[in-house]
């Protein structure tokens, strides 16, 4: 039989950081400054070696209506409890919604069935076990992950119910649309909660002509729809070392087939959604142009840059090969989403053996800001009348989709914060790792302090210099802290005052010596 263990045991673990940190790790590409994941990953230690941020934890809290007791695991702050009713996907014209509306149109019913309701309160069997994250996965760590207690917390990713759908086996595909919460570093594409859209499709061998399944699927490739949007893809469909087949189970014919249904499907829903984005900007400028009410207002959006996608190859327990999407955006690569054949443990376990497929989990904040051209991400748990009137009735009439026009560009405020990290974590948080008493630091700690304390008030935070002092081997940091509120100008007295009150809590949170 093959039971929970077996699943992690045949899958192919790799020890590095969460999914797409370690691939920005691996492919070297150029963030535009120091990204705090990128020393997260290499500071991490065990997963279970994360300090608690929130000093008094209840002893039981709700969450839709469900009570969940907590314990000492427990380290989700109220600001992110507060959000888990909002359900941005499920509000009518939300941009979120309407972007779910538009990829559900890419993948229709029949063949897929869609699932929006799902609660965000999982167990960590469903969100690492069953998925295959080996025991020292880093993206288990308390740094990483809200957990309601040990074996409870909020979903990570909407995969995390992938084993209970292939289990289900209700259709050739589907569709899941969910809130997901990570803790995470503070930018304009970064949010502790965000909306992930999760799809698969599976073929059964034992249901095709002559079992041929690698026909089977090339065939309904060949029912999917053209496109002529050109995509940089240089990766050949699987590679032994860096990207295998799972020769277990799949013959090289049936893996090449499955991933070339997956990249055609998802290069069309790409297609789709920057068709309409081009529509809606093609339209606001013709406005622009006849409408004398529009000649003194706010300047039309530009065309959205000519679309630049391409293919890398990725890593993802549940998934060999697997690779991620990336889009050209604001002059960086923007991955949107990850993908892959899934691993056939995944089927095996769930009982349906002779079931083959692909799955893939979006972003759909990060589409969303394509596709309206939002530039930040906070502004989707606005619920400020001119960000939300611009998107009113759209859901119901998609011709009549513009370009998100900013109300405003507030300035800018830069607060620099420097400290030695606290010595063996006494008076704060951390835990003595190594010899010469630097504690063990988890970025992700401090950006939950910054975001406990001035909440939406901050665009982004920047670790902008790390030393190690040459004698006593002490850290310092220095980060630097952008304080730009979304709707009104902060006055200086504000900032300051805030920033005062972060720099106190990361001395009482986290132990850390101002210097
Ligand atoms: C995953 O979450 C996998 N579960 C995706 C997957 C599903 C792979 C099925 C294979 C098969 P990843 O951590 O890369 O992978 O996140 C997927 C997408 O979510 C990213 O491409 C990005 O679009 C979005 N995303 C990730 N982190 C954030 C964040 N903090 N804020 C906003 N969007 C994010
Ligand atoms: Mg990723």
Redesign the pocket.
Known sequence: MVGPRCIASTLWPRANG???TALLLRRGSQPRSLPVSCWRAAYSSAAASSAPTVTTNPKTVEINGSKYATDSWFNVSSTVLALTSRKLHLQKDHPVAITRKIIESVFPAPTYKYYNEFDPVVSTFENFDSLGFPPDHPGRARSDTYYINKDTLLR????AH?AELFRASASGGYLLSAD?Y?R?EVDR????V?H?M?G?RVWDRTKVPNGDLAAAILADLARLPEHNMKVEDPNPPFHAERNPLQADHHTPAEAAAVAAHLKRSLELMVNEIFSRAKAAAAAAAAAATTSPSTKNGPPAQTEPEPLRVRWVEAY?P??SP?W?LEVFYQGDWL??????V?QQALHIHAGVPSQMGW?????L??IAMLLFQIPD?RLFWSRDERFLSQFRGVEGRLEGMRPFVPFSKHPACYKDVSFWLSRGGEGGTGTRTGTRGVVDWHGNDLMEVVRDVAGDCVEDVRLVDDFAHPKTGRRSMCYRINYRSLDKTLTNVETNEMHDRVVKGLVERLGVEIR
């Open positions: 969460r999914f797409s990570t990713h909407t995969s992938e997901v990570r995470d594409s970064h949010y502790p965000f992930q999760e698969a993802f549940f998934t697997s991620e991955e949107v989403l990850g993908c892959g899934s799955a893939f989990g979006i972003g904040e990060r991400i």
